[in-house]
């Protein structure tokens, strides 16, 4: 469900948004399968304003049949695969993350989530010269971090700093800047402007569970409409404009005991495409070490389960052997 908002669609105000919740219409659902001529009536709207805009947002929301066969043309001839910037990460990935596709990164604090988020961004933005969104709602970004690891990949100062120039970090410290910032990328993308940056491939954003958590409390059903637009936005962006979208999440237990499993229910399980658990382990030879695992939990084409493990910190990773598939977490 998407909420209304001023912006959602020419001619939705938000004076007139603020009399339609005050009436009980607050979702599109809401608008679209209303009595337009009763709701004129009690908003004190204008009857014609009102079919204006339902005529919009039908046109902007409704789904509308597409021959598989093209579907799979546009596919191919879309899809590109960014690597990670750890070949073991990539090889559990098939390749590296798709275009086209949200892929979590999921794991308890400490896990190495924006480590492996800011390799990635060091990855496309040097490897590959492409430019990187990074929003950033937790404040866990580091500049010296990322540079630190350009530094490790690249000689070249210069090169490295045109490298940072190619990665846009936006602080979004609540879901309605983080809608704010992808909506406004998504109208720079359909005009094809995006100002500063250039040619933009991946949005990483760590992370969606720190916005998202507040607003599932006490009027659990808005925010669940508000985590769905979000959804919406994401896979919006990453469909229609050929981008990977890199996201990372919480994880929590049913039990003390219980297996670790992601945040925010099933409603958000169906966003990511792909699903990777982060773990930090002990490693067995020294006490000291630190080992971090990154475990397969979803993925469309690869068998769940399969496990590497990273070392975030100088960037070498040693593969482990896989583990007996499971059905996922």
Known sequence: MVVLRAGLCPGLTEEMIQLLRANGVR???????????????????????????????????????????????????STAILPTGSPSLD??????????????????????KTQVCLAIAASVSLGLKQHVLFL????????SRLYQMLRAQAEDEEEQLEALQRIQVARVFDIYEMLRALQELRDRLSQQVVSSMGPLKIVVIDSVSAVIYPLLGGK????????????????????????????????TRDSSTGP??????????????????????????????????????????????????????????????????????
């Open 27 to 77: 979702t599109v659902v809401d608008f679209v399968s209303s009595d337009l001529e009763d709701v004129a009536q009690k908003c004190s709207l204008s009857y014609k304003v009102l079919v204006a805009v339902r005529r919009v947002l039908l046109a902007q929301f409704s789904a509308f049949p597409a021959n598989g066969a093209d579907l799979y043309e546009e596919l191919k001839s």
């Open 136 to 143: 950033d709602s937790t404040g866990g970004f580091t500049a």
């Open 91 to 112: 090889q559990l990935l098939d390749s590296g993350l798709y275009t086209g596709e949200v892929t979590e990164l999921m794991g308890a604090p400490g896990s190495g």
């Open 260 to 329: 670790l499993k992601p945040a925010l229910g099933r409603s958000w399980s169906f966003v990511p495409s792909t699903r990777v658990l982060l773990e930090s382990k002990e490693a067995t030879w020294e006490k000291t070490t630190t080992q971090r695992v990154a475990s397969l939990a979803k993925s469309p084409r690869q068998p769940t389960g399969i496990q590497v493990e990273l070392d975030t910190g100088n960037g070498d990773v040693q593969e482990l052997s896989p583990v007996t598939p499971t059905q996922g977490l």
């Open 220 to 251: 659990q059903s808005e925010g669940l409409a508000i985590m769905m637009q979000l959804a919406r936005e994401l896979k919006t962006l990453a469909r229609e404009f050929s981008l990977a979208v890199v996201v990372t999440n919480q994880v």
